[in-house]
């Protein structure tokens, strides 16, 4: 098994600019997650799902939006990249919430200049 | 609101010690606490899941503890390697999490051969 896959491993955007963070699991985990990591700090979530056709937001969503077609594909979409964005973006996901862990994507680095 | 505080940020010891890590946090009412790896480059890495109904676990040469009345848990390394070399990062779920895990910044270990 893959597990979670995340691409682009790394991207440099210009300020206005918009993209895609694409995220697919094969452990057909019903929860999925988002988190951004700056230096220094700990993870935030953004966004989560708890099922295809569900998400909603969490505790940093603004200038993001997500959508859930399918079980494996939680993609995360920036409109008009702000340097505030500039981060670290790891995709998770767990079969429930809370009880179990959660297993990572190995991240995607995003420069906004 | 709850925090999740780890200290040390850094740690650098001579391999073969035994060490320490802390985490606290504010709220008492968490549902789990988890410890997770990070390597550079690389996603987050499950380590120990401990329940609020115990105490302590043990996976190999770690063992986490927990004590929620004080708010704290430590996850002790025995005869540390260079291979431990990551940072590590405590997280808590809360009972009323609306899905999110309280995450610490991490401490920074580094095993000195």
């Known amino acids: 098994n893959a597990g979670v896959t995340q691409t682009p491993k790394f991207r440099i955007l210009k300020i206005g600019q918009s993209m895609t963070l694409q995220c697919t699991q094969d452990?057909?985990?019903?929860?999925m997650y988002w988190y951004r990591q700056d230096p220094g700090m700990g993870l935030k979530l953004i966004y989560y799902?708890?099922?295809?056709?569900?998400?909603d937001k969490g505790e940093v969503p603004n200038g993001y939006n997500v959508s859930r077609s399918t079980t494996e594909d939680f993609p995360l979409r920036l409109e008009l990249a702000a340097p505030s964005q500039t981060s670290v973006y790891f995709c998770?996901?767990?079969?429930?919430?809370?009880?179990?862990?959660?297993?990572f994507g190995p991240g995607t680095r995003l420069l906004v200049l | 609101k709850q925090e999740v505080t780890q200290i040390p940020a850094a740690l650098s010891v001579p391999e073969g010690e035994n060490l320490v890590l802390n985490c606290s946090f504010t709220?008492?009412?968490?549902?789990?606490l988890q410890w997770f790896r990070q390597d550079p480059g690389k996603g987050l890495t499950s380590l120990l899941l401990?329940?609020?109904s115990q105490r302590e676990q043990t996976s190999g040469r770690l063992n986490a503890s927990l004590d929620k009345s004080s708010g704290r848990s430590t996850l002790y390394i025995a005869a540390s390697q260079p291979g431990d070399s990551a940072t590590y990062l405590c997280a808590v779920y809360l009972m009323d999490s609306n899905y999110q895990l309280i995450w610490g910044a991490g401490t920074k270990l580094i095993i000195k051969p």
């Open positions: 452990m057909n985990h019903n929860y």
């Open positions: 709220d008492s009412a968490i549902y789990n």
């Open positions: 799902s708890v099922g295809a056709g569900i998400t």
């Open positions: 998770a996901s767990s079969p429930l919430a809370g009880a179990e862990t959660q297993y």
């Open positions: 401990i329940q609020s």
